[in-house]
Structures are given as structure tokens and as C-alpha cells.
């Protein structure tokens, strides 16, 4: 009955997929829905999005062997970044009109930062969109008992997620979000109250966690854990902020004020729902602490599914695996979609000036197939955790990306000359220290990287210029576009 439901599910994902995929008719549609999206829809896609595996996953099987104190860079870290994004980046980027991150880079500076951006946003997805793929071998393998491999699971669900997002777009992703937000939220709120009475409530299970020191968020008083621990929470934080499918959900608002609401209020429930599967894991190790706990030291991403399996009925299986498929395929379309679109439009489009608009969404599909291929090869290929994955997956933008998107924004000063100093010094520096040292260094790589990328955005702006501007990317361009 499982496995049925589970072809169904995917059965009916795919025909309101394709069913928005009718309705596309122009780049714009394909890639930021028109931006005619309200406020709700908005905030469910922003929700939608970032829930997926590693919130359902990744997230509560590092709380089970860490802690809060092992989690600061998501949900804590990644919340914070779609606020930031809400009040301070919204607003600004909405009103330019332009259909991906890298259009900023290109009007605010020149094509030679556009390009170097671009592909760092490009490669930071790999990472993030890997993890997504991964969950779902996961999941078939489980529901099928073994008949179908990690592996297998890993191609069939590309395949799914690749034939409504490739025909669908952004138009396609925001709809099913709509739809799977109300699914994610219903059934993992049910199997959370089955579990609570299984341990005779909430407060039992928090107050084990509280004893078991779980619940302890700061670090002890040592200053290297701190900067480990900050430069977690930064990472994801200013990381994330430079992201193409933060900037969609931004631009595919119907205004800038719910473009702002959309972000902050989805930040806003997507940190307090990420406590609920967190729940039900630890909830595990009191229901069967022999099992879990030995669980937990082979494979902790396996505790939440298995819990479901082993003590559930059919009927929440059913709903718990819906809700898991819900969050896990909202958030590899949308992340399939972004990095596929940021490329097309920024790198792709540069080589080909004069195609029109319906032979441009046949490139931004056509790149949306190439990068799912690519993240497929990666997913197949990496042993490191769901949660790793998305937490490593931000090191590159906060390095090359993040600087030059705030002081482009932010600093009427920031020249051309800044913004290629700022990408390479930060990207260098990162590369550098990463295969050095690694991450047994007193600093985090990509913290240096961002330490390098602050000082040269600020000495190549201010020393004299051997890059000149062109008129159009001179600092008042904002005030121009409005």
C-alpha cells in the first residue's frame, strides 16, 4: 500500500506540474512566474524551498548526536539569511526588473564579475541540490524494503523532480509549493502527535534532551570553538544570501512589500517547524534506546524513517512519507531550477545576443537537463552526509559572491576593480587554506576567504582604477532603474 501511494503521489506531482507548464509562455514566466505571485503563495514557496531533506533528515539526525549546538547553521543560521534577504536585500533587488542574481552583478559592475559570480552561485547548488537527490534514493530504498537500490532511487527521482521543473519552471515550483507547504505541515504535525503518545508527551522528550545536554546551544569558553561555531552560522547566514532561487522568490513577488513579508514570514515558520522532525528523531531514543542509539552511531539520517516504519501504522506511514516526498521534491525542483536559469541567463546568453525569447527557454531548459545530470554524477559519487552537503555547499559564496552582491548595494564606492579583487582574493584564499589546512585550521577556510574578500573589495575600490566603468554600471544605477 506504501509503495502505491508513493507512485500516486508522484503521479499526481507530475500532472499539476505539467499542468503549469501549459501556462508558460515567456522567459519571465519560465524562470520568475511573471512575478504575479501573492503573499501566500510566496511565503509557502520561501518555506517550501528550503525545507527538504536536510531539514526532514539532515537536520534532526545531527540534533540527535550533537545537539543545538550542532544545528547553528541550519535552521538558525539559514533563517536569519531569508530575514536579511527580506528587510535589507528585498526592496532593492525587486525593483530592477531583472530575472536572476547575475543580472545584478553584470548592471552594478561589468560581464568579467557577472560571469565569475555566476559560477560560483552555479557550483555552490551542486551540494545543496546533491542532498535533495540523495534523500530521495533514500526514501525509495526504505519504502521498498531493499528492492530498489540507494542508487536507483537517486536516478528515478531525478528523473520525476527533472520532468515537471523542465517544463514547468519557476511557475510550476511555486504552485506545487502551494500545494505540498499544506502537506509538509499536516503530516508532520500528525506524526509528531502519534509520537508524543508514545512517550507520554512533549515534555518528557525535551526534558531527556535537556539532561542529555542536547539543548545546549553555546559553545564551551573556548575561543577556536567559537569561531568554528560562528563561522557555522556565517556561512549559511551570509552564504545563502547570494543565492539565485532566494533572489526568485523575491522577485517573483506581485510587489516589494510582499516580496519582503513572503521572505520573512516563511523564515519565519520554516525555523519553527524544523523542530518537529527534530522531535520525532529524538523521540526515537526513548521509545527504543537499544536500537536507535546503535542506529544513530551506523547511520543517524536513517532514525526518522525507520522510527516510522517500525512503529507507525500504514495509515501514518503513508501520511509521514507524503509530507517527507512533499518538502523533499519542492525543494530539489527549486533548486534544479535556480543555478540552471543563473547560468543560461548570465553565461549562455553572452554567446548568443540575438536570440529571441522562445529560443531562450529552450537554452534555460536545455541547461536545467545538464545541471541535473551533473548533480546526479555528484550525488552518486559523495559519501558525505545530507546535512554536510548543504552545510559545505555556501563556503564558495560567501567567499566570491557575498561581498560583492552588499557593497554593491550598499556602498556607492564599489568599483569594478573592487568587485574582481573581492571574488578572487576570496575565492583564492578559500581554495588555498581548504586544501592546505582543511578544516583542522584555527579559522575556517571560508572565513579567511570572507576576511580577504572584505579587504580587497575595499583596497581595489579605493586605490586608483586600472578597470574602468562603463556609464551604465556607474554606482547611482539604482536610483536610475527605479
Same mark, same amino acid.
Given at each position: 500500500?506504501?509503495?502505491?501511494?508513493?507512485?500516486?503521489?508522484?503521479?499526481?506531482?507530475?500532472?499539476?506540474?505539467?499542468f503549469?507548464?501549459?501556462?508558460?509562455k515567456?522567459?519571465?514566466?519560465?524562470?520568475?512566474?511573471?512575478?504575479?505571485?501573492?503573499?501566500?503563495?510566496?511565503?509557502a514557496?520561501?518555506?517550501?524551498?528550503?525545507?527538504?531533506?536536510?531539514?526532514?533528515?539532515?537536520?534532526?539526525?545531527?540534533?540527535?548526536?550533537?545537539?543545538?549546538?550542532?544545528?547553528?547553521?541550519?535552521?538558525?543560521?539559514?533563517?536569519m539569511?531569508?530575514?536579511?534577504?527580506?528587510?535589507?536585500?528585498a526592496?532593492?533587488?525587486?525593483?530592477?526588473?531583472?530575472?536572476?542574481?547575475?543580472?545584478?552583478?553584470?548592471?552594478?559592475?561589468?560581464?568579467?564579475?557577472?560571469?565569475?559570480?555566476?559560477?560560483?552561485?552555479?557550483?555552490s547548488?551542486?551540494?545543496?541540490?546533491?542532498?535533495?537527490?540523495?534523500?530521495?534514493g533514500?526514501?525509495?530504498?526504505?519504502?521498498?524494503?531493499?528492492?530498489?537500490?540507494?542508487?536507483?532511487?537517486?536516478?528515478?527521482?531525478?528523473?520525476?523532480?527533472?520532468?515537471?521543473?523542465?517544463?514547468?519552471?519557476?511557475?510550476?515550483?511555486?504552485i506545487?509549493?502551494?500545494?505540498?507547504?499544506?502537506?509538509?505541515?499536516?503530516?508532520?504535525?500528525?506524526?509528531?502527535?502519534?509520537?508524543?503518545?508514545?512517550?507520554?508527551?512533549?515534555?518528557?522528550?525535551?526534558?531527556?534532551?535537556?539532561?542529555?545536554?542536547?539543548?545546549?546551544?553555546?559553545?564551551p569558553?573556548?575561543?577556536?570553538?567559537?569561531?568554528?561555531?560562528?563561522?557555522?552560522?556565517?556561512?549559511?547566514?551570509?552564504?545563502?544570501?547570494?543565492?539565485?532561487?532566494?533572489?526568485q522568490?523575491?522577485?517573483?513577488?506581485?510587489?516589494?512589500?510582499?516580496?519582503?513579508?513572503?521572505?520573512v514570514?516563511?523564515?519565519?515558520?520554516?525555523?519553527?517547524?524544523?523542530?518537529?522532525?527534530?522531535?520525532?528523531a529524538?523521540?526515537?531514543?526513548?521509545?527504543?534506546?537499544?536500537?536507535?542509539?546503535?542506529?544513530?552511531?551506523?547511520?543517524?539520517?536513517?532514525?526518522?524513517?525507520?522510527?516510522?516504519?517500525?512503529?507507525?501504522?500504514?495509515?501514518?506511514?503513508?501520511?509521514?512519507?507524503?509530507?517527507?516526498?512533499?518538502?523533499?521534491m519542492s525543494c530539489?525542483?527549486?533548486?534544479?531550477?535556480?543555478?540552471?536559469i543563473?547560468?543560461?541567463?548570465?553565461?549562455?546568453?553572452?554567446?548568443?545576443?540575438?536570440?529571441?525569447?522562445?529560443?531562450?527557454?529552450?537554452?534555460?531548459?536545455?541547461? #536545467? @537537463?545538464?545541471?541535473? &545530470?551533473?548533480?546526479?554524477?555528484?550525488? *552518486?559519487?559523495t559519501?558525505? !552526509? /545530507?546535512?554536510? %552537503? $548543504?552545510?559545505?555547499?555556501?563556503?564558495?559564496?560567501?567567499?566570491?559572491?557575498?561581498?560583492?552582491?552588499?557593497?554593491?548595494?550598499?556602498?556607492?564606492?564599489?568599483?569594478?576593480?573592487?568587485?574582481?579583487?573581492?571574488?578572487?582574493?576570496?575565492?583564492?584564499?578559500?581554495?588555498?587554506?581548504?586544501? #592546505? @589546512?582543511?578544516?583542522? &585550521?584555527?579559522?575556517?577556510?571560508?572565513? *579567511?576567504?570572507?576576511?580577504? !574578500? /572584505?579587504?580587497? %573589495? $575595499?583596497?581595489?575600490s579605493?586605490?586608483?582604477?586600472?578597470?574602468?566603468?562603463?556609464?551604465?554600471?556607474?554606482?547611482?544605477?539604482?536610483?536610475?532603474?527605479?
Amino acid at each position: 500500500m506504501l509503495i502505491w501511494f508513493v507512485i500516486l503521489y508522484m503521479l499526481v506531482s507530475i500532472s499539476i506540474g505539467l499542468f503549469a507548464a501549459t501556462r508558460v509562455k515567456t522567459t519571465k514566466d519560465y524562470a520568475v512566474a511573471g512575478r504575479h505571485l501573492p503573499l501566500p503563495v510566496v511565503m509557502a514557496t520561501v518555506f517550501a524551498t528550503w525545507f527538504g531533506a536536510e531539514a526532514v533528515f539532515g537536520v534532526s539526525a545531527t540534533f540527535v548526536k550533537d545537539g543545538l549546538n550542532g544545528i547553528v547553521a541550519d535552521p538558525f543560521g539559514s533563517s536569519m539569511c531569508l530575514v536579511i534577504a527580506g528587510f535589507f536585500f528585498a526592496t532593492q533587488l525587486y525593483k530592477l526588473n531583472i530575472i536572476t542574481l547575475g543580472d545584478f552583478y553584470r548592471m552594478r559592475y561589468n560581464r568579467a564579475v557577472e560571469v565569475l559570480t555566476t559560477i560560483a552561485i552555479v557550483v555552490s547548488y551542486l551540494g545543496w541540490v546533491a542532498a535533495q537527490i540523495k534523500a530521495l534514493g533514500l526514501i525509495f530504498h526504505i519504502i521498498t524494503d531493499g528492492a530498489v537500490s540507494e542508487e536507483a532511487g537517486m536516478i528515478l527521482g531525478t528523473v520525476i523532480v527533472l520532468t515537471y521543473t523542465t517544463l514547468g519552471g519557476m511557475l510550476s515550483v511555486a504552485i506545487l509549493d502551494f500545494v505540498q507547504m499544506s502537506v509538509i505541515i499536516g503530516g508532520m504535525l500528525y506524526i509528531a502527535y502519534m509520537v508524543s503518545g508514545m512517550t507520554g508527551g512533549i515534555a518528557p522528550v525535551v526534558e531527556h534532551a535537556r539532561l542529555a545536554g542536547k539543548l545546549d546551544f553555546l559553545p564551551p569558553a573556548d575561543p577556536w570553538l567559537w569561531i568554528t561555531f560562528i563561522g557555522a552560522w556565517m556561512t549559511m547566514m551570509l552564504g545563502s544570501i547570494p543565492q539565485q532561487d532566494v533572489f526568485q522568490r523575491i522577485t517573483s513577488a506581485k510587489s516589494a512589500k510582499v516580496a519582503i513579508w513572503g521572505s520573512v514570514l516563511g523564515a519565519s515558520v520554516y525555523f519553527c517547524f524544523t523542530f518537529v522532525p527534530m522531535f520525532i528523531a529524538y523521540s526515537a531514543t526513548i521509545i527504543d534506546p537499544g536500537f536507535f542509539n546503535t542506529l544513530i552511531d551506523q547511520d543517524s539520517q536513517r532514525v526518522l524513517p525507520t522510527l516510522v516504519l517500525q512503529h507507525m501504522p500504514i495509515a501514518a506511514q503513508v501520511i509521514f512519507f507524503g509530507a517527507v516526498l512533499s518538502a523533499i521534491m519542492s525543494c530539489s525542483s527549486a533548486t534544479l531550477l535556480a543555478p540552471s536559469i543563473s547560468f543560461a541567463e548570465n553565461i549562455v546568453r553572452g554567446y548568443f545576443p540575438h536570440l529571441d525569447d522562445r529560443g531562450f527557454l529552450k537554452v534555460m531548459r536545455i541547461c #536545467l @537537463v545538464c545541471f541535473a &545530470g551533473c548533480v546526479l554524477i555528484y550525488a *552518486l559519487n559523495t559519501e558525505l !552526509s /545530507i546535512f554536510r %552537503m $548543504v552545510e559545505s555547499a555556501y563556503k564558495i559564496t560567501l567567499a566570491g559572491a557575498f561581498v560583492p552582491l552588499f557593497f554593491g548595494v550598499f556602498w556607492k564606492r564599489a568599483t569594478n576593480q573592487g568587485a574582481l579583487a573581492a571574488i578572487i582574493g576570496g575565492i583564492g584564499t578559500w581554495v588555498l587554506v581548504e586544501v #592546505l @589546512v582543511g578544516e583542522e &585550521g584555527l579559522i575556517p577556510p571560508q572565513l *579567511l576567504g570572507l576576511g580577504v !574578500s /572584505i579587504i580587497g %573589495m $575595499v583596497a581595489g575600490s579605493l586605490l586608483p582604477q586600472k578597470i574602468t566603468h562603463n556609464r551604465h554600471e556607474q554606482p547611482g544605477y539604482l536610483k536610475h532603474q527605479e
